[in-house]
């Protein structure tokens, strides 16, 4: 994002976005009711939602099989760090 502006434009518009919190508050509900295998993959470095508030929302999850934090990565760890969020992608797609 810091060498595309229209990447950081993306970004800024989706955090813009989130006016109304209903959705946000209804989140812990909502994870609770999936049903699927979930890997969560996040940014160690990530201000806008920090890995200490993140990791203990997979406990949120019924079927949550690991958390996973990317070092140098921050919001978007697949965009910045594609490679090593394959790894643990691919890992967990295969079992």
Same mark, same amino acid.
């Given at each position: +994002?810091?060498?595309?502006? =229209?990447?950081?434009?993306?970004? =800024?518009?989706?955090? %813009?976005?989130?006016? #109304?919190?209903? %959705?946000? #508050?209804? +989140? ?5 009711? +999936?049903?699927?295998?979930?890997? +969560?993959?996040?940014?160690? $470095? $990530?201000?806008? /939602?920090?890995?200490?508030?993140? =990791?203990?929302?997979?406990?949120? /999850?019924? $079927?949550? =099989?690991?958390? %996973? ?13 594609? #490679? ?7 890992? /967990?797609?295969?079992?």
């Amino acid at each position: +994002m810091i060498h595309s502006a =229209r990447r950081a434009e993306g970004l =800024r518009e989706y955090l %813009v976005g989130l006016r #109304d919190w209903t %959705v946000v #508050d209804l +989140m812990r509900q909502w994870h609770g009711e +999936m049903r699927l295998p979930l890997l +969560m993959i996040w940014g160690e $470095d $990530d201000p806008t /939602f920090p890995v200490e508030t993140a =990791r203990p929302m997979a406990a949120q /999850f019924p $079927d949550c =099989r690991g958390f %996973v934090t990317i070092p140098r990565t921050k919001l978007l760890p697949h965009e910045e760090q594609p #490679d090593a969020v394959a790894r643990p992608l691919l890992e /967990f797609l295969a079992a």
